[in-house]
């Protein structure tokens, strides 16, 4: 069987393209489109994505999420990344599916700077990091000894 968005393909991404996930994508342009024909159409700034996503015309809510990300002028948005991400919100009293932006979360957090170590320290001071990080562990957990004894509830 064939399903309505295969038969009838969008031109433009959808929330169902999403597949309940949000997407980064970075901005490749965002020109004005008219969209639509005789007296339904209507001009709307329309993003055109760098990694083959379909491309999104913007409503104001959406239109305000990318300006608050990259900028009022549309002329500075193509190289900022975005992300798409699907939900719901209500359009003439139903509860419908639509796609929202917000600014990507960090994926990857940046390692914190150490002490370097050098190939002749013999890893020392990693080990010494380690000891010190096992020496607070168990001062911490003979802390909470000392506090559960002075309560009189048995530790666990």
């Not at 997407?23 to 083959?52: C, D, M, Y």
């Not at 599916?97 to 960090?106: G, H, K, M, V």
Request: proline share 8%.
């Amino acid at each position: 069987m064939s399903k309505r968005n295969e038969i009838f393909p969008s031109k433009y991404v959808k929330s169902g393209d999403l597949r309940g996930k949000p997407l980064v994508e970075e901005i490749e342009w965002a020109p004005t489109e008219t969209l639509g024909n005789g007296s339904e159409a209507e001009r709307k700034t329309v993003l055109h994505f760098r990694g083959g996503t379909k491309p999104l015309p913007l409503n104001m809510t959406n239109w305000d999420a990318v300006a608050a990300i990259a900028g009022d002028d549309t002329d500075g948005w193509p190289g900022h990344r975005v992300e798409l991400y699907p939900t719901t919100t209500e359009l003439k009293g139903k509860i419908v599916d639509c796609i929202r932006i917000r600014a990507p979360r960090q994926t990857q957090e940046k390692p914190k700077a150490g002490p370097p170590t050098s190939p002749t320290d013999g890893g020392r001071r990693r080990s010494q990091a380690r000891s010190a990080g096992r020496s607070s562990t168990s001062a911490s957990s003979s802390a909470t000894a000392a506090t559960s004894s002075r309560s009189g509830r048995p530790t666990a």
